[in-house]
Every structure is written in C-alpha cells, then in structure tokens.
C-alpha cells in the first residue's frame, strides 16, 4: 500500500498564497498519477487538480486554473500544490490521492488517500 502525508494547511487573508506537500511512501511513486481534492462540510468531496507520474502533464478544475499550480520532485516522493490569489470559497479539507489511471478526475478512481490538511482563507 502507498501512505500519503499532507502538510501546510493554514489560515490565510484572501489574496494570499499556500503551498501544500503531500509526502507519499513507496519505490515506485513515480508510477502514480496524482490528484488533489477538498471537502467542506455537507458538501461532496471536489476535484481540483492532478498530475502525470512523469510531471508532464497536468490537468486543473475550472474553478483553480490560473491561481493553483501541481507539482512533483519524484526524487524526493512528494507532490505539491501551491496555491495563489486564494479566496474564502477555497477554504476546506485539503486531500492528496494516488492512482493508476491516468489524469484521473473522479474520486472513485483513485486508489488510496492521505489524511487531510485544513485551509481556511479569511475574507
């Protein structure tokens, strides 16, 4: 199995910049697509953006394009996601995914997950 770790939640002022990191086990994580999702309260888990194994290519929701930008250093097993001119409607549970599928977008496809990091942006 893959353990995934997420770091670098917070609170922030609308404007403001994050970058989370999701630290992730394993010899092969190359292999796997990795994805981004948040969750707020009563509301179904959303996508946000995912990444190839080779970093190549990317793939964003509507609603982070131009302000959210994945990344991956595979040397070092992590997966990033720094976020930018965040506003209060980004606020929630923040969670990194691993699968096989590629450019996975749907959270049915993805194949394990990490914890959690809370963000919230403050108007």
């Known amino acids: 199995q893959v353990q995934l770790v997420e770091s670098g939640g917070g609170l922030v002022q609308a404007g403001g910049s994050l970058r989370l990191s999701c630290a992730a086990s394993g010899r092969t994580f190359s292999r796997y697509v990795m994805g981004w999702f948040r969750q707020t309260p009563g509301k179904e888990r959303e996508f946000v953006t995912t990444?190839?194994?080779?970093?190549?290519?990317?793939y964003y929701a509507d609603s982070v394009k131009g302000r959210f930008t994945i990344s991956r250093v595979n040397a070092k097993n992590t997966v990033y996601l720094q976020m930018n001119s965040l506003k209060p409607e980004d606020t929630a549970v923040y969670y990194c995914?691993?699968?096989?599928?590629?450019?996975?977008?749907?959270?049915?496809?993805?194949?394990?997950w990490g914890q959690g990091t809370q963000v919230t942006v403050s108007s």
């Open positions: 990444i190839s194994g080779s970093g190549l290519s990317t």
């Open positions: 995914a691993a699968t096989t599928t590629y450019l996975a977008k749907v959270v049915t496809e993805y194949l394990y």
